[in-house]
Each structure stands twice: as C-alpha cells, then as structure tokens.
C-alpha cells in the first residue's frame, strides 16, 4: 500500500506520519508538504519498520508524492486561533484542498481519500466536485475524518460514567463543526441514569471539544497530537478493511449516496442532505454498507434539527466553489 500525507510536516502531519511509519500494511509511506519534507522523511526513514519513506517538497514535486497512491490523507491547511469558527478557515484551505484534490484525481483516480483538513463539512464535497469534474468520482472512496469526535466522546463519556475509555463506543453523527456534532448518548450503556443536565453538559463538551485545545493552545494552533491518533486510527480501519478483507465500522463523513439502501434510510431521518458522518462498514471498496442511525431521543431529534440548516449550508458552499468556479 502506497500511503500519502498532504501537509506531512505540520502539526498533524508529522505525528500522523510517525504513528503510520508503524503500519505492516504500508510499504511507500510518501510525504508532502509546501515546508520541511525533506527532513521529516529522512528522520522518519531511520525508523525499522516496513515502510519505505519519500519526501516531497513544492508543488513541482506534488505529482510524483500522489502518483499510484491507495491512500491519500490531507491534513494540509491552516488551523483556528481563538475566537475563529471552523467555516472562518475556508477562504484560505478550500483552495489549498481543491488543488491537492485536483494533483490526486489525476495521479491517483482510484485512492481512498481521507479529508482532515478544515473545515471539514465543505472540504469533503469539494473533493467530491473536483473528482466529478475529472470524471473518477467513487463516493465509496471519499471519507471526512470525524473519528476524533468518536475519541473525545470516548473519553468524556468514560470519565462519567465509568468503564474503559478505549472499548466505548460513542456514536457521533452529523458533521465536524459545533452544533453540527451531534452525539448519541442515548445508545451508550450507562447513560441512561444521568440526569438531562448531564447529557446537555457531556454533549455540548464533545460539540465543542476542538474549541477547548484551541483557548488552551492560546493562539497556537487547534488540536494537533489528539487528531494525529484519530487520523491514524480512521487510516489502520482502511487499511484493516483493504488489507485484511475484514469489515470495520466507524463513523465517518460521507456521500450518502456511496450506499444506495443505507443512504436512503438515513435521509428519511436526516432529509435530503448528501453529505452526513454516519456509521459505516468499510470493505476492500471502501463503503460498504452504511448502517442505520438507530433511535434518537426526544434531545437527539432536537440537535438534528438544528444541525441540517448549518451543514446543509457548508456543503452547499463547498460544492459551489468548484462547480461555480469559471
Ligand atoms: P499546521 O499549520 O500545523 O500544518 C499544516 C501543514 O499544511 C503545514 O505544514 C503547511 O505547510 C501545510 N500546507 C499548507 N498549504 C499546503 C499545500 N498547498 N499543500 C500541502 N501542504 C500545505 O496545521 P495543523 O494543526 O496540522 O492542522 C491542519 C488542518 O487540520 C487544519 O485545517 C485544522 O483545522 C484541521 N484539523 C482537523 C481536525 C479534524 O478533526 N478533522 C482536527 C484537527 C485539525
Ligand atoms: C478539532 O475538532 O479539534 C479540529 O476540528 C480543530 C479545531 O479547529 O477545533
């Protein structure tokens, strides 16, 4: 497996690129970056693990990172200062993403894509429209990286209701920004003795998560190591997936379209939204099946309600850069 990080020397990239150097399943971990490249990989390459390492530096050398990969991860972009919103970082990543999407349908059509980059709600269907435009789009291939929304709740949940933080699984629907988050709590063991002040105070923790590291950052940047073993996670279920023809489930941010029957149930509860993090079996195709939300509570439907208007508007946006760029 050919595995490609864009933005592989920023604060994501380099501990993503480290925890991916320790996968048996990579053989051509590839490292591109506008900065630094070329010394992450040589560092990197020191490592006795399997993957073979390369650098690449500069738009020049953008090609040659992408071409024949199986998987493209894109942490490439800038992140938030305090008092900045996720939707504030599209004026300068959406290009940066249409551009890496764009050296990716050309040199490596059949990739799974893997999108981090923020904000995360309009830069996957910017993937989407480029890949169209180029005639290779795959929704089964496209993934917006929500798994670290997956990880806090494992562990804020766990600090309150006990239990083993790594083993609890906490599903998280919707998008990646504030009130688009949206947790089911109600389907997690144990909750059902917290109080309703409870679960509002543990939803809106797991809703704002990316706010916390960012205030406490102070100006420094927004989630960096937490993301990097979110990324590396969301990539080992890929690989595991590929690799090992082993179905694996997460939720993810996806074409609902990329299941004809799962995506059909959903938006009976989700209306006609085509983007929308869900939990998903992932197969050697990519998505396999996308599985059913389950029962929301009377909270849950209320959270729903107030994240469709905003997420419909981030996918909207992100799909008109490109489709109404000349
Ligand atoms: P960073 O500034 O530390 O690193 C970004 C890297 O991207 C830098 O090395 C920069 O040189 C590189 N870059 C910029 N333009 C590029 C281009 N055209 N091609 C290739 N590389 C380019 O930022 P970070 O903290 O690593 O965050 C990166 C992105 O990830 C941000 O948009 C951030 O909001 C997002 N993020 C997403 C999640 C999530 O849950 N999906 C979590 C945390 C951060
Ligand atoms: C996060 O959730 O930590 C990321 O989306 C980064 C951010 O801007 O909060």
Not at 22 to 27: G, N
Not at 46 to 50: A, D, G, K, L, S
Not at 83 to 89: A, H, K, N, V
């Given at each position: 497996m050919k595995v490609t990080v864009c933005g592989a020397a920023g604060g994501i990239g380099q501990p993503l690129s480290l925890l991916l150097k320790?996968?048996?399943?990579?053989?051509h971990l590839s490292l591109y970056d506008i900065v630094n490249t070329p010394g992450v990989a040589a560092d990197l390459s020191?490592?006795?693990?399997?993957a073979k390492v390369t650098g690449h530096i500069g738009a020049a050398q953008m090609d040659a990172a992408l071409e024949g990969s199986d998987i493209v991860v894109i942490p490439a972009g800038v992140p938030r200062k305090p008092?900045?919103?996720?939707?504030?970082?599209f004026k300068i990543n959406a290009g940066i993403i249409r551009d890496l999407a764009t050296a990716a349908a050309k040199n490596c059509p059949k990739a799974f894509m893997l999108i981090i980059s923020n904000p995360v709600n309009s830069t996957v269907p910017i993937v989407a429209e480029v890949f169209k435009k180029h005639g290779?789009?795959?929704?089964?291939?496209?993934?917006?990286?929500?798994t670290l929304d997956i990880v806090r709740a494992s562990t804020f949940v766990s600090e309150i209701v006990g239990g083993d933080a790594a083993t609890l699984r906490v599903p998280v629907i919707g998008g990646h920004s504030g009130v688009t988050i949206i947790p089911?709590?109600?389907?997690?063991?144990?909750?059902?003795?917290?109080?309703q002040e409870r679960i509002e105070k543990l939803t809106n923790r797991i809703q704002f998560g990316g706010d916390e590291v960012v205030k406490a950052k102070a100006g420094a940047g927004s989630a960096t190591l937490s993301m990097a073993y979110a990324g590396a996670r969301f990539t080992f279920s890929i690989l595991d997936a590929i690799a090992s023809n082993k179905p694996v489930v997460e939720c993810t941010y996806v074409?609902?379209?990329?299941d004809a029957q799962g995506g059909a149930a959903t938006k009976k509860i989700t209306?006609?939204?085509?983007f929308f993090s869900v939990p998903v079996e992932l197969g050697p195709a990519g998505v396999q099946r996308i599985l059913p939300i389950g029962n929301l509570s009377e909270y849950e439907a209320g959270l729903l309600k107030t994240a469709l208007p905003e997420l419909n508007g981030n996918i909207v946006k992100g799909t008109s850069f490109i489709s109404q760029a000349n």
């Open positions: 320790q996968s048996p399943h990579i053989t020191h490592i006795n693990t399997r008092d900045m919103t996720r939707d504030d970082l290779v789009y795959d929704p089964k291939r496209l993934f917006g990286v929500t089911l709590l109600s389907q997690v063991g144990g909750t059902s003795g917290l109080s074409d609902l379209n990329s209306g006609d939204i085509q």
